[in-house]
Every structure is written in C-alpha cells, then in structure tokens.
C-alpha cells in the first residue's frame, strides 16, 4: 500500500509560495506545496506544450536512467528516495485513465550476464525490492522478439509508470488550478538572490521555489547545461504493426558497446516512442529524420533491436519530438539558497519526471521548514 499519497491531506496552514516554473517540477511543487495548506501562486514564461516536460519520454526509471549517469554518489541516494514516491505516486494515478499515467512492464537487456557486472548486480538487487512484478531472466530477449543477431544475453523486467506527457501535464495544470494555485505568465530575469525582496513583494509571498529547468542558469549564475535528446513517434494503434505493450531499454553505458541506447515507450492508448540520443551541449531544436543524420540512425538502431517495428507508421503531424534535458554537473539541485527563503528545485537532466513527486514532497517539507524557523 502506498505511504504517500497525491492527495495528503494539508498538514500546515499560512505561508504564501511563489513557484517560478510550469513543467512538471513546477507545477507538481505546486501542487505539493498547495495540499500543504500553503497559497500558491506560479509563474512561467512558458506553458505545455512548450516545455521540456511534454518532450519527454516519460518512462520511470530506477537511477541512472538509460541515458546518463550520476557524478556523485549524495545525488544517486537521494534520487532513490525520490524514485521511490514518484513509484507509489503514479502507480495510484495509473488508476485514472485521465492522468495520463499507465503502468506497464518495461524490460532492460544486457550483453552480458548480470552477475558479471558488480555494478549492474546491485542496481539489480535494489529495484527489485521497489517495484512490482520483477522478473530477471535471460527468456524475456527471445519472448520478446528482440534481433537474435545482436547477441543479448540477459534481461530484466518489473512494471514502470509510463506517461503520455500531453494528458499528464494537462491534468497536472488542472489540478494545480482546481486546488487555487494561481497562474501566471511572465519572464523572471536577473538573479534570483538579488531580487528575492521584490519578488517577495510583487507577488505578496513569503518563499520562492524555483523550479526553471534550464532556465535556471540565468537565474542563479549555476552551470545548467543541456543534453538534446530527440524522440521518433509511431502510431501504435495494431494497424500496420502489432500494438506494442511494453517498454524496451539499453542503457548508454555497459551493455550499450558504443551503440548509443535503446529507447521504446509506449505513450497513452495509441503511439510508441523511441529514442536513443543524447547530445550535450547541443540546443538546436531544428532536427528531425528529415535533416539529421543521427536521428535516421537511431531509428534504424531501433527497428535492428525490435524486427517488429519494420512495419511502422511514422505519425505524420509530428514525426519528431526535440527536447534539451537540464544538466547539472552535481544533478539535481534540491536545497535553500542559503541566507534566503529561495528553495532550489531543478537540474532533473534525463529524470525530471521520474524523480518529480519525490522531490516535490521534499520541497515542500523544505518550505514548510523554513517558514517555521520565522
Ligand atoms: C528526449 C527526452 C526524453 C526524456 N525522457 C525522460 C524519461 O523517460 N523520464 C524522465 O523522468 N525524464 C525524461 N526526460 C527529462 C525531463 O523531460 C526533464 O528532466 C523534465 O522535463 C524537467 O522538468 P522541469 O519542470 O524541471 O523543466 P521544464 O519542463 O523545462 O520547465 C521549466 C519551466 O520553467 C519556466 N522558466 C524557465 N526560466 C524561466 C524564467 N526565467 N522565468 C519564468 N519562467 C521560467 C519554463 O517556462 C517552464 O515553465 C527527457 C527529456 C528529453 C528531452
């Protein structure tokens, strides 16, 4: 039974928040903050869909996700925390066909036997105890229909969350909006610590949370940095290829032999997404399969792993999503701007929505905490 609930009763009253942000970290801070007891207003140069939260895949994963890797180990810790709510979270959201969250199996495949790998071991031994239906056992690579030429020998799968973005951030808006959360659209510039007062003051609130994604950067003079990623759509609706029911992963690093990762998610009732790049420091938005050589090769990196997408159909109105993941060299930055009443939320890289109910209760702990203090 979950511990924690989207709908835990407020436990503080008073205090009035002002959220800088509308992606998924924003607007589930709000959301947090508001069950709180606290009055909450958000603002945000941008709304989905254009935000990164709506580009990505959306598959919950136990850190390192497929596409990065932590630097330190303080950061890989407390992301386990924040995977662990986020799991119970949307496992519950699942059960409303208007989140948009849908918990389905996903499979991870290895080049080489688990037990091999120190490292791979004991990610394995800890998300099995997190999550349902685990299952490690080389069968699933045949059961599966992945590419026998490709020589994969191991395999693991459990139940993930798995998120149509478009449904889920509608819905996260709507329900920041139905518990009072004011919204607003308006551009923050310069640095956040030297404006903290007037902020304070122009939006009558006692705490700022800042949760700008990439944004961030220019608000805190910290090094955000992004990593392009880019997802092809395919219908997935049984017509040309049968529907596809399950996730399917490699990570960047072990297994993944230089190949770049392998990326396929189902979203919502009738699309499938792959992906499998991850390119830092790059921020054109303008690829796509037409113009970018890198992402014709990870279609056919996908169709190779998966001979069952051969008879896919690309969606027409959007053959390509392009996004930039929020890096930080350090991860995610969950903490108060010291001497102030600014509590950082951003730097979520490739997890921001694996991670975004973990942090956001902490967040709101936070906040909570430090308008205690007086
Ligand atoms: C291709 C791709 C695949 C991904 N796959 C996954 C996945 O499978 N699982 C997963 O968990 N994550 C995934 N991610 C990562 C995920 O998308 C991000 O970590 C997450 O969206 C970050 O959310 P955020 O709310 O912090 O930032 P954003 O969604 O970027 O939102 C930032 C908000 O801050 C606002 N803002 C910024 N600056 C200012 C300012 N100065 N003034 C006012 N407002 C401002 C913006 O307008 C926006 O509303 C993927 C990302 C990409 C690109």
């Not at 459990?158 to 509608?170: F, Q, S, V």
């Not at 329900?175 to 923050?188: D, F, T, Y």
Request: with cysteine; proline share 5%; charged share 20%.
């Amino acid at each position: 039974m979950a511990s924690r609930s989207v709908d835990e009763p407020g436990s503080c009253a008073g205090g009035r928040i002002l959220v800088i942000g509308a992606g998924v970290s924003g607007l589930t801070s709000a959301l947090c903050l508001r069950r709180k007891g606290f009055e909450i207003t958000v603002v945000a140069d941008q709304f989905a869909p254009r935000v990164t939260s709506v580009v990505a895949g959306a598959l919950w994963e136990w850190p390192p996700a497929v596409c990065g890797h932590h630097q330190d180990q303080v950061s890989l810790d407390r992301s386990k925390v924040w995977c662990k709510t986020s799991y119970e979270i949307f496992a519950d959201l699942a059960c409303d066909p208007a989140t948009g969250v849908f918990l389905r199996p996903v499979t991870f495949y290895f080049q080489h036997p688990i037990s091999d790998d120190e490292w791979q071991r004991k990610k394995v031994e800890e998300v099995r105890g997190e999550v349902q239906q685990f299952k490690h056992d080389p069968k699933l690579i045949s059961e599966n229909g992945i590419n026998p030429r490709l020589g994969y020998r191991d395999a693991y799968s459990y139940l993930a969350p798995m998120i149509d973005t478009d449904a889920y951030m509608r819905w996260l808006l709507g329900e920041a909006q139905k518990a009072g959360c004011q919204i607003i659209e308006s551009q923050v510039t310069g640095s956040l610590r030297e404006q903290e007062s007037s902020l304070k003051r122009q939006y009558g609130v006692d705490a700022i949370v800042n949760c700008t994604g990439l944004g961030a950067g220019e608000l805190t003079g910290d090094v955000v940095s992004p990593l392009r990623g880019a997802l092809i759509r395919l219908r997935n609706d049984g017509q040309t290829m049968p529907r596809i029911t399950q996730a399917h992963c490699v990570s960047h690093d072990g297994s993944g032999e230089g190949r770049g990762f392998i990326f396929i998610v189902p979203r919502g009732a009738d699309m499938l997404v792959l992906g499998g790049l991850a390119e830092p420091d790059e921020s054109n938005l303008d690829i796509g399969l037409h113009n970018y050589e890198p992402i014709r090769e990870m279609y056919q990196r996908c169709l190779e792993f998966l001979p069952i997408l051969s008879g896919a159909t690309i969606d027409a109105a959007e053959p390509v999503r392009v996004g930039l993941r929020p890096v930080r060299l350090q991860n995610v930055r969950l903490e108060r701007e010291p001497g102030t009443r600014i509590v950082h939320n951003y730097g979520h890289g490739g997890s921001g929505v694996t991670f975004s109910w973990g942090c956001s209760f902490e967040v709101a702990e936070r906040v909570a905490h430090l308008l205690a203090e007086g």
